[in-house]
């Protein structure tokens, strides 16, 4: 089968989708699949629109996007192929554009009984001089303020009192002119794998201070990881049914990652749902899938079928 790889980008994500799309490929080479990359990069002629006319795109049979970030995971990229009616990997355009952006994913997590922390959504005009009224109303200090439209934890901070908030502000507003906040919810971070329709055990991960940034999140040895984590059964039951519950509400598909946070009244709150998670030796999916049993070709191998079973004609 001929597959190509979508990589790269001119976001903040740039150097994870590279990886992301090179582990990928040589995943798929070594499913027995002949695999060719596209970078889109700032270069002249390796940009969207040279996508659609390129040779790589012509001569695939089925695209894996590997990209991160807006320009990847917003249903922009999807909606292209679907245009030239070309099979590719992940859930998508209303889906992707759902879960890129957290306020629209909270109000249907709300809708389907999901439990996510209590947030409010403010422009970043209007956050300096309305966002300190509002907090008092999700539960005060500490919150959590972050862009409404970013992945990998990029412009997110936990603000701790009053005088954190115009850092907090001013952070978040680099990446958007949409600023979500959320109560903080202190606990333990987890995540839940799905590929298709299987859902993989729950992860937990624990950043080295606390907070999984995007350093702790990208940078080896920067936190640790356990798959199963270490819950007890009622509970995990609990979190994978509701965590399949927010794929299937929110309309994805292929595969994605639910992240979530167990508070310490020990139940848990979803936050969102990455619809195009990493595939590096540190990424989340690839770990849940190995405890299942599956190597990481056999991963990609999987998630490729279903897009040309899933998108067939």
Excluded at 49 to 65: C, G, H
Excluded at 70 to 99: M, N
Excluded at 204 to 228: A, L, M, N, W
């Amino acid at each position: 089968m001929k597959a190509l790889v979508l990589m790269g980008g001119m976001s903040t994500e740039r150097e994870i989708s590279l990886k992301t799309g090179a582990a990928v490929a040589a995943g798929l080479r070594e499913a027995g699949h002949d695999v060719s990359t596209y970078d889109f990069s700032p270069e002249p002629g390796r940009g969207v629109r040279d996508l659609v006319t390129s040779d790589e795109l012509a001569a695939s049979e089925v695209v894996f996007i590997a990209l991160h970030g807006g320009e990847g995971e917003d249903g922009r990229i999807q909606a292209l192929l679907d245009l030239v009616a070309k099979p590719y990997t992940g859930s998508g355009v209303l889906a992707s554009a759902l879960c890129m952006d957290k306020t629209l994913s909270k109000i249907l997590f709300e809708r389907y009984g999901i439990p996510t922390p209590a947030w409010f959504e403010i422009s970043a005009r209007e956050a300096r001089s309305g966002a300190l009224e509002k907090i008092s109303g999700i539960g005060g200090f500490p919150a959590v303020v972050k862009p409404v439209d970013q992945g990998s934890t990029i412009g997110i901070s936990i603000v701790e009192d009053e005088s954190g908030l115009e850092a907090g502000i001013t952070l978040a507003e680099e990446y958007s002119r949409r600023l979500i906040f959320e109560r903080y919810i202190p606990g333990r971070e987890l995540s839940v794998a799905i590929v298709g329709e299987q859902v993989f055990p729950v992860i937990e991960i624990v950043p080295e201070d606390g907070f999984y940034d995007y350093e702790r999140k990208y940078t080896k040895g920067k936190s640790s990881y356990h798959c199963p984590a270490d819950i007890d059964e009622a509970l995990s039951k609990r979190i994978l049914g509701e965590a399949f519950m927010a794929y299937k509400a929110l309309g994805c598909a292929g595969f994605a990652r639910v992240d979530l946070r167990l508070g310490g009244d020990g139940a848990p709150y979803f936050l969102e749902i990455n619809t195009i998670p990493g595939m590096t030796e540190m990424s989340l999916v690839p770990m849940g899938a190995a405890v299942s049993g599956y190597s990481f070709s056999e991963l990609v191998d999987t998630i490729i079928k279903d897009a040309l079973k899933s998108r067939a004609g």
